[in-house]
């Protein structure tokens, strides 16, 4: 049996918050309150979405709200309030302004909802997480981040488009942080159950690599502002996964303690999602490099989390 969820709050009514709503109300996961401070933002587009609703054929409930009185007892809280990145910013340039807007958002949402689970999707990722979770005082397991399911999503893509075959076909795992340090795995990546590094020459996997890791910066380019379908889409899954009780082995970005030789960090690997949240950590056995890679990624996040408290936002 999976979890009765009765209300998932999305704060930020912005492109990535309206593509998460659409995605969780229109897969009929969840009943769904868009909250934005900027007002009528997230009135307006829970009304639009309402309305698709009889074409869509779900009868799930999208309230907008400008209010945190409206979002009282949710039972998971997502928020991708913050400043999208613009073309030649990094994530971390994002620290200090959504810093501010995700400690105030996480706040207000647990004085209102206690006892929920919150997924971040905020830029920097990893480092927000972090911050979401020293400021709710939340256990580990319902503080997490939404990266690894949309950096292993755009990494599939990319395989499938290489070989031609389908997208249903292919599994693929990144892990570390969001940013341009993550760890693709070709190693663990998979097309029907073989290895992709049997089916790719290596240069071909190379290139897949590096796109991958820029995947985001990419769209960002391409459109002046953060990418949101696929974001949505992401978000969604992990809901499901809670939601239904999936028990779904995707990659997050969950607090480490010692998993992989890392202590006391947000990042990126692979767990157990299910109703109460990440109910395991996955370890792999990774090669050398690749290890040495993912505490690369580790120590970057870290040096991040630590301008936090020289920004006095912990």
Known sequence: MGLSISKVTIVGAGNVGAACAQKIAEKNIADVVLLDRVANTAQGKALDLSEASPIELHNKKIT???SYDTTKDSDIVVITAGVPRKPGMSREDLLKVNGGIVSDV???AIKH???CMIIVVSNPL????HLAWL???LPDNKVMGMAGVLDSARMKYFIATALNISVE????MVLGGHGDQMVPLPRYSTVAGIPVLELLPPKTIIEINERTKNGGAEIVNLLNTSSYYAAGSSVASMVEAIVQDKKKIIPVAAHLNGQYGLKDVFIGVPVKL???GIEEIIELKLAPEELDALKK??????QNVDKLTELALV
């Open 64 to 66: 907008g709200t400008s």
């Open 106 to 108: 996480t706040t207000e």
């Open 113 to 115: 909802s206690p006892g």
């Open 126 to 129: 990893d480092v927000m997480t």
């Open 135 to 137: 400021k709710s005082k």
């Open 169 to 172: 076909d292919i599994q693929a």
């Open 274 to 276: 299910g109703k109460n």
């Open 297 to 302: 990624s580790a120590e970057l996040v870290k």
